[in-house]
């Protein structure tokens, strides 16, 4: 209910799948299969727009290759998720949902592989991560991921996440594409300033949870009455929860954390410190997607007082709620190009 009456989640990912297939796309007729790695897949609500994309492309691209006499477009286009859940049920669930959609396109072929969020180091262990074909495009989703303070406790933090950066890596992705919660929505703690006590942590991310729901539940007032049942389930059944994780993650700061888990970096300061990934730009199209998605949804549910927010020289973009801060970011990342050695520059030299 909660994806039908706001557009953060559509906003989410439609700019994830926008990227996703331009990076399918740079790989050339040659590369045909698409490999997905999503560390949260949930409901699997991202994927049918771009099992719908991807069918798309490959009767576009078969028909030319019709008309040209190329055999290039023979090939169907398959499309492999790799999915992360909470339970066995839930991504049975989500499989039987994704394969019977994707039965409706026969110029796709569609796996779903699910792997079930086991602990702490689950995500860790890439060798749960089967990377079947090796010519694939690999794309690692990382949209509206859950917190990461159940995979991150203590002075061991650094160390995972420094290791969880080299799992990524080492399934060679042409893509890492992240969407987060700013200001620490949802539990994500993006705090990384040090004070003289705890409370000078907390009080930061208390402020910033706040002021991300307060954006969230004024943004809702605008698509649904107050007394609706469908506005209720929502607050009670989705934002009190998310809520109640944010509180929970504060409480632990406060209460069992050390001073390293205070400064628990966000997924995407974790992207930056690994020195494995650089950003890469959004292309216009990803954003003009965005913009066009929030026009098509301010004819109701708020969508008029959305905005799309450029920065960092094109490299994120934001969606805000009217004049107050984003409420999400959307960031891309590659594999960093190793540099020159010095040494071998002067011998080339």
Same mark, same amino acid.
């Given at each position: 209910?909660? *994806?039908?009456?706001?557009?953060? *989640? ?9 990227? /996703? ?8 007729? %040659? ?11 949930? *409901?699997?609500?991202?994927?049918? +727009? ?14 030319? &290759? ?5 055999? =290039?477009?023979?090939? $169907?286009? &398959? ?19 994704? !394969?019977?959609?994707? &039965? ?10 699910? /792997? ?42 650094? !160390? ?38 705890? +409370?000078?942590?907390?009080? $930061? !991310? ?5 002021? *991300?729901?307060?954006?969230?539940? =004024? ?23 998310? /809520?109640? =994780? ?38 216009? %199209?990803?954003? +003009? ?38 409420? /999400? ?8 190009? $190793? ?11």
């Amino acid at each position: 209910m909660f *994806y039908q009456a706001s557009p953060i *989640y559509q906003f989410a990912h439609f700019t994830a799948n926008q990227a /996703i297939v331009e990076a399918f796309q740079s790989g050339g007729r %040659r590369r045909r299969r698409l490999h997905v790695v999503d560390l949260d897949v949930s *409901y699997g609500f991202q994927w049918p +727009s771009l099992i719908q994309s991807l069918s798309a492309a490959a009767a576009a691209s078969a028909s030319t &290759s019709t008309s040209s006499a190329s055999h =290039d477009g023979d090939e $169907p286009v &398959s499309l492999r998720i790799t999915g992360f859940g909470t339970s066995h049920d839930e991504l049975r669930r989500t499989e039987a949902r994704l !394969a019977r959609f994707a &039965s409706g396109f026969p110029s796709l072929m569609f796996e779903f592989d699910g /792997i079930v969020d086991d602990g702490p180091d689950s995500v860790l262990r890439d060798e749960r991560i089967k990377v079947v074909d090796h010519d694939a495009t690999v794309v690692v989703n990382l949209v509206l991921p859950g917190s990461r303070s159940s995979m991150t406790t203590g002075t061991r933090q650094k !160390a995972r996440s420094a290791l969880l950066a080299r799992t990524i890596h080492s399934l060679n992705p042409s893509l890492v594409f992240l969407v987060e919660k700013d200001g620490g929505g949802g539990g994500n703690n993006n705090a990384t300033s040090r004070g003289t006590g705890r +409370s000078s942590l907390l009080l $930061p !991310a208390f402020t910033a949870s706040l002021r *991300y729901f307060s954006a969230v539940f =004024d943004s809702l007032h605008e698509c649904l009455p107050a007394d609706s049942a469908e506005r209720l389930a929502i607050e009670r059944d989705h934002l009190g929860v998310e /809520i109640s =994780d944010a509180m929970a993650c504060l409480d632990f700061n406060s209460n069992g954390g050390d001073d390293d888990h205070m400064a628990e970096p966000s997924w995407r300061q974790m992207m930056e410190r690994s020195g494995l990934f650089e950003g890469v730009e959004l292309s216009t %199209r990803t954003v +003009s997607q965005a913009k066009l998605l929030l026009k098509m949804k301010s004819a109701g549910c708020g969508g008029g007082g959305f905005r799309v927010v450029e920065g960092e020289g094109g490299r994120a973009m934001s969606l805000a709620w009217r004049d107050r801060e984003q409420l /999400i970011t959307a960031t891309g990342w590659r594999r960093r190009r $190793p540099s020159i050695d010095h040494h071998e520059a002067r011998v080339h030299g």
